[in-house]
């Protein structure tokens, strides 16, 4: 059974900085894709980032563009979210998937979702 765990939430001043990170029960590399997602309440929820199977490809939302960084350390079967210059608005629930036919920014196509890390920062 696969499972993906976030770890690295908490509580930040604006401007600062965190590190998620998603540790799968399976191996990385036999995910196509790995991503990250986030929630805000009331919100539906958004992509951020994507990596490819090999760590060559990333795509980023537009938000969070220049301050995030995707990467994956398929020998630790592990997913990284680095976050800096954090903005209230980046406050939310976030949430890694892995897809494992196709590198894209949609929720419905990933296939399986961790349980949530909350990020809360404050102005």
């Known amino acids: 059974q696969v499972q993906l765990v976030e770890s690295g939430g908490g509580s930040v001043q604006a401007g600062g900085s965190l590190t998620l990170s998603c540790a799968a029960s399976?191996?990385?590399?036999?995910?196509?894709?790995m991503g990250w997602f986030r929630q805000a309440p009331s919100k539906e929820r958004e992509f951020v980032a994507t990596?490819?199977?090999?760590?060559?490809?990333?795509y980023y939302a537009d938000s969070v563009k220049g301050r995030f960084t995707i990467s994956r350390d398929n020998a630790e079967n592990t997913v990284y979210l680095q976050m800096r210059s954090l903005k209230p608005e980046d406050t939310a629930v976030y949430y890694c998937?892995?897809?494992?036919?196709?590198?894209?920014?949609?929720?419905?196509?990933?296939?399986?979702w961790g349980q949530g890390t909350q990020v809360t920062v404050s102005s």
């Open positions: 998937a892995g897809d494992r036919q196709r590198f894209g920014v949609r929720p419905d196509y990933y296939d399986y």
């Open positions: 399976v191996r990385t590399g036999s995910f196509y894709a």
């Open positions: 990596i490819s199977q090999s760590g060559l490809s990333k």
